[in-house]
């Protein structure tokens, strides 16, 4: 029996079917029926099997003593522990005195009662959410383009299309399922043209017509030019333009007076003129043009800005809402949109309804019956920690996140959590760099435990369903927060009892007072998000539900595209135009720091890899942290491929081993996201980014902070092999790399150990002299190996050498599914690679000589010698002690039989 | 036959006369009128493999090098257990025991050495013997089938062996060394725990730092007593401690001696119609136990003798290998090594296995091997040819079969 449910990683939203085994192994494969992926899943997902054990498990609540160590409470101490201090601060402070940081990992249940809890009780809109660093910007763009935060297409856009532009996404990588039915349609022919707009050359870009290397920061010129191109050459939908925008004029005067020619956008750019011109004549050419979005718009500091430059394009020619056209953006996870629904970001109220609207205030009020009401907006996420720090915001409370990883300038985030009166963090592991600042820890559900929805890029609500049981004490997040709600004083308002009555009440704030006529008086705001046909769903309908596209109207259908009606959200319906001028993003690169830091996600990893990071089919595609450059940057740098940099910001600094990809423009370097405490010394690249933010959208400017690459200068490189974890203490550089049945840790020291055998038995705990313990040692070169068996099988083994010439890890790794290791292996162990059986000179003939039964065989039949003698003349067999001479002669008998024979 | 020919003496029918004969008759057949004098009563044996002889892995006709028949069919006149007992050089005629006297006009001697008998009250008890032919091998068999308990004095390469014969026999047999590290010669003190360690585990009662003092019993031997008072029981002693050349003949004939007759690079002696080869000679201050230089000096001294004279014989790093079943072990070179050296090292206990090369600069230039020498002869080649061992440095140590890809171009680019 298995259960359909959704994937918790990006934000296409693929529907998963999961089984669990007598054994109590998961499998899960790609749901054929969900319109995402039509059961199609990418390694991540088809890897979730290897994610749910409970090795790192946060299984009790926690509290930190006086003495700073975590003690295990019962749920009831710690809900009323949190509920006091919340309520402690708010009463000395007030309710911006406290805040929640949450998650686009959470479900809309959980979203749902904790922004309820902030806005509507404690009186704070100081809640904001992850989705903070990802989505914000494209939602700023599409509140002030379409009046709403509302993405008009869906996935079979893009297969209808003509025209695809993917711009500032890796989308082969980080929506890999997205971009198959591209690549797919593509091949087909379907797709005449796939555009990348990426300062990288990414994977994507191997199946793209056309690549734009744009420099970076530079994607409002690119719009802006290509607005004043589409106008200049007649493609233009005037009356679409007339009848549904505002605002084209000054939209079109501001882009044409910067952007009107193309030799300079070209130059801007850094771009090929005929490259810059053939995007440009098949965007004009292509009525059917999807322009899909991620965050190399998002992530910027005018990020905000380049979305309205990409929807610039699509009201000037009227591609919107009809099928394969449209802007689209695509967001980094499961429930982003579903966050955003429900008002989890510290600038919205709740159902797509504003703060700043006394309108909107009003209907969620009088809805919820609650004490009180938010009245402007909260802190954002970099704000938030700033207030933090500063000790204007005194308790917060963390959910499913690690910002002390994935903020900028994330060393000051840490600071902040440390000097924070009350941090409270709900997450499933134990150990994360965020809760080793957390006063209380509450173990919330996994993917496979809990349930609920979410909602994918294209407005698709899919139920995340459990199929496995609640491990330990762990419990639904919906469920601590409405604990610790009542505990605070809210008597009212949190008596849920499960997930579907909470999913129901938010169905019905989506409804309520929804429309445009007001009725007894009673005033009322017309919003597009609508669930209207999901408010009489009962537990069982709930549970049975099937993937819709909002908004879900009275009759229960979904909703395929939005705007084709050419009507929009804004008071008047109309769209309109923003008039965006082009700046480069804030910090510039100087002397100091002369290249530009690039950051972003690999292809088998999520986020902080608290998931990813246990599943040994992930790990090994990029197991360590990497400083992508180019070759010539690196010459410059002083540091070489293979070697370890130090990559430093005005801001912080981290440490990588240097990459070569091949796809990265001179002057930039690419840093992954998703290293941390937790698997490397030193890889945190948040504490590099710059805390610059889009002005509007208070979205974080990752994609570009001015560094400096530095060499890491070590004495000796090495690896470890071990069927345990070790704590890596004391070591200058290691990364921790989980494979199958052992854990791998890439190591380089500083100071070569003074002696190698005595330190790595310190290291590895083989304290037993009579241990099976095998090393090999080149002093003079600092070559140190080391390999520990206990009943014959391999239990670790360690490699060291002054240079980062090591053996392969690959068939090492392998010899830990043996429970007994052969004779051959254990004699090529500390070799690091298998003899080679055609290398061998077989079994030993002359042991005086050293001389092998096929080294004889083969000189015998090669050179016809035919008396033991002859042997000894060519290979010197036989001829010190002479007792294998009687062999000699039978290898002799043998090979000419053999000879004769044929 | 014809009576015109010269005629080449050779005095000493063991391995190193004989492969000299061996060698001249490839470089120059029927060029001499061959005799050969040897004491012991049997033809020409590997002595090497007596060990092997006293374990019974071998027989007596299996360590047989070269048959009666084969000293009838080269046309040579052999002459056993018969040794010559005197030299005239000034007439050019030796003299044998049996009393037959023979005129040269080369003579080669090849007399080997003898083994050294500690001078130690008590070594002329009966059940004291050396370690050095078959008649040994015959008496400490004997003694096996009638008496159970030895004594094995010298932890050298034949103490060791002639141990574990002894054991391989059924006695209860102790080793007694001077030092804590046995086979000093060959072995460093890690290579020779491993190798105490296997003896150990075969039966063998090690006494090592034990200096022997004297030998008790009444007619027979019936133990051995130690510098610190302690007696081990032994119904038979075997005396390995060394071997000396043989010289007893050259001296008195008058050839210059030292430790061993004295050889210039052509293996000739003072005498230049006398030449000598084995153990029983002293080339640069250097005395021999070990077969392969002495078949270099096999060599060279058949060049001379064939009259191409014009090899010389250099001595050389040599290699040991113990011939006991079931120990692998290998020395060559300097294998200690010191300061301007460096080390590659591997130690795997469990399976008994220890290597360590010595490199000086990129070159090899000492080996321990033990447990796996498999890669000693590839070692020896690599101290002798100086190879410059860079590119396999990190594989060396593995043996040949992990070098070769890198070695062999045509390898390396399938």
Redesign the interface.
């Known amino acids: 029996m298995s259960t359909a449910t959704t994937c918790p990683y990006c934000g296409v939203g693929c529907g998963v079917l999961a089984r669990v085994d007598a054994d109590g192994a998961v499998h899960v494969q790609g749901d054929p029926t969900h319109a995402s992926n039509f059961g199609r899943l990418c390694v991540k997902g088809a890897a979730l099997g290897e994610t749910v054990d409970l090795q790192g498990r946060l299984l009790h609540p926690m509290l930190r003593g006086s003495d700073g160590r975590l003690q295990r409470v019962e749920w009831g101490d710690a809900l009323d522990r949190v509920a006091r201090e919340f309520r402690r601060i708010i009463d000395e402070h007030g309710p911006d005195a406290v805040a929640f940081y949450v998650s686009g990992q959470l479900l809309i249940e959980d979203y749902y009662v904790v922004n309820k809890l902030a806005k509507g009780y404690i009186g704070t809109a100081n809640i904001d959410t992850n989705s903070r660093l990802c989505m914000s910007s494209a939602v700023a763009g599409h509140k002030r383009a379409f009046g709403e935060d509302v993405v008009p297409g869906c996935y079979e856009d893009l297969e209808q299309a003509e025209l695809v532009v993917l711009v500032g996404s890796n989308t082969a990588w980080c929506h890999p399922i997205v971009f198959q039915r591209i690549a797919k349609t593509r091949e087909a022919g379907a797709i005449k043209h796939v555009v990348v707009i990426d300062p990288r050359h990414t994977a994507t870009c191997e199946s793209a017509d056309l690549h734009l290397p744009v420099k970076p920061g530079t994607d409002v010129w690119l719009f802006n030019g290509l607005l004043a191109f589409l106008f200049q050459h007649g493609a233009m939908d005037a009356r679409f333009v007339d009848t549904h925008t505002e605002g084209f004029a000054k939209a079109l005067a501001v882009a044409e007076a910067e952007a009107g020619d193309p030799a300079e956008v070209a130059r801007i750019c850094g771009l090929q003129m005929s490259d810059l011109l053939t995007f440009y004549r098949w965007f004009a050419r292509c009525e059917r043009t999807v322009s899909l979005f991620s965050q190399g718009v998002n992530q910027s500091s005018s990020g905000t800005d380049k979305v309205n430059s990409i929807i610039n394009c699509h009201l000037l020619t009227g591609r919107i809402g009809k099928p394969g056209m449209g802007p689209f953006s695509i967001t980094g996870q499961p429930n982003a949109m579903g966050g955003r629904e429900v008002g989890g970001l510290a600038t919205m109220l709740a159902a797509h309804m504003e703060l700043d609207k006394p309108v909107h205030r009003d209907i969620v009020q009088s809805f919820w019956g609650s004490p009180c009401m938010a009245h402007r907006p909260g802190l954002k996420a970099v704000d938030l920690f700033d207030a933090i720090g500063e000790g204007r915001v005194k308790a917060v409370w963390i959910m499913a996140t690690n910002p002390v990883v994935s903020m900028p300038d994330a060393d000051c985030v840490k600071h902040a959590l440390a000097r924070c009166e009350w941090v409270v963090s709900s997450d499933i592991m134990t150990h994360t760099d965020t809760n080793a600042y957390a006063h209380a820890l509450l173990p919330a559900l996994g993917w496979g435990e809990k349930d609920g929805t979410v909602t994918n890029s294209e407005r698709c609500i899919s139920r995340q369903r459990a199929f496995l049981p609640a491990p330990g004490e762990a419990r639904a997040d919906w469920r601590v927060v409405c604990d610790v709600a009542r505990r605070m004083g809210y008597a009212q308002g949190f008596q849920f009892s499960a997930p579907h009555e909470i999913f129901l009440e938010h169905a019905r704030l989506t409804a309520f007072r929804n429309g445009d006529i007001e009725a007894d008086g009673v005033p009322v705001a017309r919003r597009m998000l609508n669930l209207d046909g999901l408010t009489h769903l009962n537990r069982e309908a709930y549970d049975a539900m099937t993937p819709v596209r909002w908004p879900v109207l009275a009759d229960g259908q979904g909703t395929t595209r939005l705007f084709s009606e050419g009507r929009y959200a804004h008071a008047d319906g109309r769209a309109r135009f923003v008039t965006v001028a082009s700046r480069m993003p804030l910090h510039a690169t100087d002397c100091e720091y002369p290249l530009v830091l690039n950051t972003g996600r690999v292809r088998d990893q999520w986020h902080t890899m608290t998931r990813t990071g246990k599943a040994p089919r992930l790990t090994g595609h990029t197991p360590e942290p990497f400083v992508d450059m180019h070759p010539h940057d690196a010459l410059r740098c002083g540091v070489r491929e293979g070697e370890l940099a130090r990559v430093c910001s005005r801001w912080g600094a981290m440490v990588a081993r240097v990459t070569h990809g091949g796809g990265i423009l001179a002057g930039n370097v690419f840093v992954p996201i998703h290293w941390n405490d937790q698997f490397a010394s030193d890889a945190r690249v948040g504490g590099v980014v710059n805390p610059v933010v889009d002005p509007i959208s208070g979205e974080p400017e990752f994609k570009h902070t001015p560094v400096r690459v530095e060499p890491f200068p070590v004495r000796w490189y090495g690896f470890l092999l071990s069927r345990r974890a070790l704590a890596p203490i004391g070591i200058s550089y290691w990364t921790s790399i989980q494979g199958d049945r052992f854990r791998r840790y890439e190591i380089a020291h500083r100071e070569q150990p003074a002696e190698c055998g005595e330190w790595a038995r310190r290291w590895l705990g083989v304290t037993d002299p009579e241990a099976?313990?095998?090393?090999?040692?080149?002093?003079?070169?600092g070559?140190y190996r080391a390999a520990h068996?206990v009943d014959d099988r391999i239990e670790s083994c360690l490699f060291l050498a002054s240079r980062p010439h090591l053996p392969s890890r690959h068939w090492l790794s392998s010899l830990f599914m043996q429970d007994r290791l052969e004779d051959a292996d254990?004699?090529?162990l500390?070799?690091g690679e298998p003899?080679?059986p055609?290398?061998?000179?077989g079994h030993?003939v002359?042991?005086?000589?050293?001389?092998?039964r096929r080294t004889i065989c083969d000189a015998i039949r090669s050179r016809d010698l035919d008396t033991p003698a002859k042997i000894t003349a060519h290979l010197?067999a036989g001829?010190?002690?002479?007792?294998c001479v009687?062999e000699l002669r039978q290898l002799i008998a043998e090979v000419r039989s053999q000879v004769e024979a044929s | 036959m014809s009576a015109t020919r010269p005629r080449l003496v050779v005095i000493g029918n063991g391995m190193a006369g004989m492969r000299t004969v061996e060698e001249l008759l490839l470089l120059a057949p029927g060029l001499y009128d061959v005799a050969v004098f040897g004491a012991e009563p049997y033809g020409n044996y590997?002595r090497?493999?007596l060990s092997?002889l006293l374990t019974g892995e071998?027989s007596v006709d299996?360590i047989m090098?070269n048959t009666p028949e084969w000293y009838v069919e080269n046309d040579i006149a052999l002459h056993t257990g018969d040794p010559i007992v005197a030299i005239d050089r000034r007439r050019r005629r030796v003299h044998s025991r049996k009393g037959i006297e023979l005129g040269y006009d080369r003579l080669l001697i090849a007399t080997g050495s003898q083994p050294a008998i500690l001078p130690l009250p008590g070594r002329d008890l009966s059940g004291v013997t050396g370690f050095r032919g078959i008649d040994d091998v015959e008496h400490m068999l004997e003694a096996a089938r009638t008496y159970q308990h030895a004594a094995v004095i010298g932890g050298g390469l034949l103490g060791i062996e002639a141990a574990n014969g002894l054991s391989r026999r059924g006695m209860r047999v102790t080793l007694i060394h001077r030092t804590n590290v046995l086979l000093n010669q060959q072995l460093n003190a890690d290579a020779a725990g491993l190798l105490a360690r296997n003896l150990q585990g075969r039966g063998l009662e090690l006494r090592l730092n034990a200096e022997t003092v004297s030998l008790y019993g009444s007619e027979r031997v019936e133990g051995v007593v130690l510098a610190d008072g302690s007696r081990i029981k032994a119904d038979l002693v075997v005396m390995a401690v060394g071997v000396r050349p043989d010289i007893v003949l050259a001296k008195s004939s008058g050839l210059h001696c030292e430790s061993g007759i004295v050889v210039d690079d052509t293996l000739q002696t003072y005498d230049p119609h006398i030449y000598a080869v084995g153990e029983c000679v002293q080339h640069r201050r250097v005395t021999f136990g070990l077969?392969?230089p002495v078949?270099e000096q096999a060599r060279v001294c058949a060049s001379h003798l064939a009259r191409f004279g014009h090899r010389r014989y250099r001595s050389s790093q040599t290699?040991t290998?113990l011939?006991v079943t079931g120990i692998?072990l290998y020395s060559a070179g300097d294998f200690i090594g010191g300061a301007g050296t460096?080390?590659?090292?591997?130690?795997?206990?469990?399976?008994g296995v220890y290597k360590r090369l010595v490199l000086k600069g990129n070159r090899v230039v000492g080996a321990v091997l033990y447990g796996?020498?498999?890669?000693?002869?590839?070692y020896?080649?690599l101290i002798r040819s100086a190879a410059d061992i860079t590119p396999i440095?990190?594989?060396l140590?593995?043996g040949?079969?992990?070098c070769?890809?890198a070695l062999d171009p045509a390898?390396a680019t399938a």
Request: net charge negative; charged share 35%.
């Open positions: 099976d313990w095998l090393e090999y040692e080149d002093r003079s070169t070559v068996l254990r004699i090529a500390l070799v003899a080679d055609e290398a061998s000179t030993v002359c042991s005086c000589f050293g001389v092998g010197r001829g010190n002690c002479g007792s009687p | 590997n090497i493999l092997m071998k299996e090098l077969v392969a078949w290699a290998k011939k692998d460096d080390d590659l090292v591997l130690r795997d206990p469990r399976r796996d020498a498999k890669d000693g002869g590839w020896f080649e440095r990190d594989r140590l593995f040949q079969d992990y070769q890809p390898r």
